[in-house]
């Protein structure tokens, strides 16, 4: 058996030689001067040597209780080149799984294929927020506290609403690591409520009726193109969100019935959602059906070609070109327009306004989600507001009045079915 001296001691020699030990364990002294670590031993009538480490970082009593447990594993049935090899591809596919290897990863199967701007919204987030200061880690080596200081950076910079979508988008790509067996936990999860307060967000938009007006009217003289003079009509009458408005298809028109059957897909709840369409609607879409229905699956096609829906930021560029900047009414602010005029002019019930808005409500009898819940009654509404925004394009042709006035004693309901229904003519 060997001494702590003779191992310390042990003198370089122009060719390689072994100090034996116990168990078959064998200091080498290599020509180099270095020295190893190292055990013969038989598994399944095979001969074999195993690298135990390197002297003086393996001393001689560590050595020999690694000897030990490698010939405990070999009673067992474990071969020790099989699990070195196994332990060597594991660190190698830890090292491969990185933070900026997995979020790409995830980015290509769960955000790729969907819209334009949400894909490239997420990406300029990765890019700019996530793989600067976290790309490089292991996804098994990331902590809470190292995703909380990137937060914190965000944070200081004063865009909250960017420390809550990068915490959320960190959270997705360690829930799906864990989906693919990458790591075994999600750090960022738990920092849920570590984040400042966000502000509520307030899009932009008019309240005043006769500005309202001024605005309808110039969208009807709108020259920029007829896709997006369309879009910007028929989103002040329904007020459906941009996003879900640009991805409208024309097999989601229900000719007879007078109304959009919106899939889930398309709408921000992801639940299924009806549209009615009071009459000015109906002549917006059939327009629109003849400048593209027969060339594109889409109500509102690209310039760019009948293939692509229309962009959000057409809608926006548009208002711009005529006037209204990011602080007067932006796409988005046509539902809030409508929210608050409805229930103020009108004085509308604001469980249907809400319903109409596609906003979750409780169900007092918790029943199964219903997307024509109050139909009648938000067929109705639907009709009144767009009687109202004519009345008040037509006062808005006038000098501003001292005051606007709206009444309608019509009676609404559902418009008149029809036998033969094509596309491009409502019932």
Not at 118 to 144: A, C, N, Q, V
Not at 404 to 424: A, C, K, Y
């Amino acid at each position: 058996m060997l001494t702590d001296d003779q191992v310390k001691s042990a003198p370089v020699k122009k060719k390689s030689y072994k100090l034996s030990d116990k168990d078959n364990m064998y200091l080498l002294v290599a020509a180099s001067g270095r020295k190893y670590w190292k055990v013969d031993y038989t598994f399944i009538d095979k001969r074999s040597t195993y690298p135990i480490g390197e002297y003086p970082y393996l001393s001689l009593d560590a050595a020999r209780i690694e000897c030990s447990l490698i010939k405990n594993g070999i009673r067992k049935g474990i071969d020790p080149q099989a699990k070195m090899r196994e332990l060597r591809l594991e660190a190698a596919r830890k090292r491969k799984y990185t933070f900026r290897y997995v979020g790409e990863e995830w980015y290509d199967k769960k955000i790729s294929g969907k819209s334009k701007s949400h894909s490239s919204r997420t990406w300029r987030l990765l890019d700019k927020e996530l793989f600067p200061w976290l790309g490089d880690y292991p996804i098994t080596k990331i902590r809470p506290d190292i995703i909380l200081e990137v937060l914190r950076g965000i944070e200081k910079r004063g865009v909250i609403d960017t420390a809550y979508r990068t915490r959320q988008t960190a959270s997705n790509i360690f829930d799906y690591a864990m989906s693919c067996y990458y790591c075994d936990s999600n750090p960022a999860a738990c920092l849920r409520h570590s984040l400042a307060p966000r502000d509520k967000k307030h899009y932009p938009t008019l309240l005043d009726p006769y500005e309202v007006g001024r605005l309808l009217l110039n969208l009807d003289c709108y020259s920029g193109g007829a896709s997006v003079r369309y879009g910007l009509k028929l989103l002040s009458h329904i007020f459906i969100r941009p996003g879900e408005l640009i991805q409208l298809r024309w097999d989601y028109v229900n000719w007879k019935e007078c109304r959009l059957d919106i899939p889930a897909r398309v709408m921000k709840g992801k639940r299924d959602h009806v549209v009615p369409l009071s009459r000015q609607c109906q002549g917006i879409v059939q327009e629109a059906y003849q400048l593209s229905g027969k060339d594109s699956a889409y109500l509102f096609p690209s310039p760019r070609g009948n293939s692509r829906h229309l962009s959000d930021v057409a809608l926006r560029t548009a208002l711009r070109s005529m006037g209204y900047d990011n602080t007067t009414i932006v796409p988005h602010g046509f539902r809030p327009m409508a929210r608050t005029m409805i229930a103020e002019q009108l004085h509308v019930n604001p469980i249907f306004i809400e319903l109409q808005l596609a906003h979750k409500l409780p169900d007092p009898n918790r029943g199964a989600y219903d997307r024509t819940r109050h139909i009648s009654e938000r067929i109705g509404m639907m009709q009144q507001w767009s009687d109202y925004l004519d009345s008040l394009k037509a006062q808005a042709q006038q000098p501003r009045p001292p005051k606007l006035v709206f009444s309608s004693d019509r009676q609404f309901g559902r418009f008149p079915d029809q036998e033969d229904i094509t596309p491009g003519q409502f019932g």
